[in-house]
């Protein structure tokens, strides 16, 4: 029973590794196609650049994984609160006061949740221990 223990947690660790490594060569895919699409325009927006800070938090957090093993819940969250704001921005001329306002809750919330996490992260640490 214990071997059949290992083998599957060999599994789950290759199904992750190569999950990681769909996600890394998408994000490259991406940024190389937002670039491209930069150069044929010959500008760069705040839209563009505020995209190709969401490609880099991803990287960030694929590079935190690979070498710590574990997925801050902050990473994702900061994620999304650049992408309300990246949203915000490209649309404002068609959000009306609602909508907007709506955005902008939604992002003081999730930054709320960011801080509540790191105090309780910092106030209440993780215990480790021996053996993982």
């Known amino acids: 029973m214990n071997n059949f223990r290992v083998i599957g947690h060999r599994a789950l660790t290759l199904t ?3 999950g ?3 996600i890394a060569i998408s994000t490259i895919i ?3 196609f937002e670039i ?3 150069v044929a325009a010959r500008t760069v927006t705040l ?3 505020l995209l190709l800070f969401i490609y880099l938090e991803v ?3 694929i590079a935190i994984y690979l070498n710590s093993g ?3 819940v902050r990473m994702p969250l900061y994620i999304a609160m650049v992408a309300l704001a990246r949203y915000m921005i490209l649309d404002m001329k068609n959000l009306d006061s609602w909508k907007m306002l709506a955005i902008a809750g939604a992002t003081l919330l999730i930054a709320i949740t960011v801080l ?3 105090y309780g992260h910092n106030r209440y640490p993780y215990q480790e221990k021996d053996g993982g």
């Open 16 to 18: 992750q590794d190569v």
């Open 20 to 22: 990681l490594l769909i």
């Open 30 to 32: 991406a940024v190389g």
């Open 36 to 38: 491209a699409s930069m």
């Open 47 to 49: 839209a563009d650049l």
């Open 59 to 61: 990287f960030a957090m």
């Open 70 to 72: 574990k997925l801050p």
């Open 116 to 118: 509540i996490i790191w």
